[in-house]
């Protein structure tokens, strides 16, 4: 696409709740209005097609985006669609301890040059996404707990169904299947 440059940014944070309840809070989208500023509403359409309204005042968007990655404790990685298809972005979580995460979200876009882009300027992203992760963090080391979980799994945009534990045999030892 001529005018097009491809921009990155990366931004980590630790926080002291264990990796479970970091990413499980993180797959309830429909919260992220409560600790992050410039997130207004997100709707979840299916468990992979989210629909975010973002911005602030008067400036706002609409984006819509698939969970084309998501693996519980570890990785939820997205692609916009549509107008924002040159979007894509990862939240890895890495437990460092029992009760302390690493967090780092990846966010790459294929911006065009125009003043409306939300991620036109990378100094201002960067700077965006660390106090969004600071938010979080307040947010979930002050309430402990997460308020809710999808632990599901999905793989190159398809939604796998969640992998049910072997049938226990009743013999002690006795093999099943």
């Known amino acids: 696409m001529p005018g097009a440059s491809a921009q990155s940014v990366e931004e980590a944070i630790e926080v002291a709740v264990p990796v479970h309840t970091a990413y499980n809070q993180w797959t309830q989208f429909k919260t992220f ?3 992050m500023r410039w997130v207004r509403g997100v709707e979840q359409l299916r468990p992979n097609l989210t629909r975010w309204k973002i911005g602030t005042g008067w400036a706002t968007w609409t984006l819509m985006a698939e ?3 998501q693996h519980p ?3 939820i990685a997205w692609q ?3 107008r924002w298809a040159g979007h894509r972005g990862e939240v890895e979580f890495r437990a460092l301890a029992p009760n302390r995460t690493r967090i780092v979200v990846r966010l790459r876009s294929l911006a065009r040059p125009t003043r409306r ?4 300027r ?3 992203t960067a700077r965006l996404i660390r106090a969004e992760l600071a938010r979080f963090k307040q947010f979930i080391e ?3 707990q997460e308020s809710g979980a999808w632990r599901g799994v999905i793989r190159r945009g398809q939604v796998r169904p969640q992998e049910e534990k072997p049938a226990r045999s009743l013999v002690a030892g006795w093999p099943v299947g």
């Open 33 to 35: 209005p409560r600790f």
């Open 117 to 120: 882009h939300l991620l036109h």
């Open 80 to 82: 916009g669609l549509g």
């Open 142 to 144: 002050g309430v402990g």
């Open 67 to 69: 969970v084309v990655e």
């Open 73 to 75: 404790d570890e990785l």
């Open 122 to 124: 990378m100094p201002v």
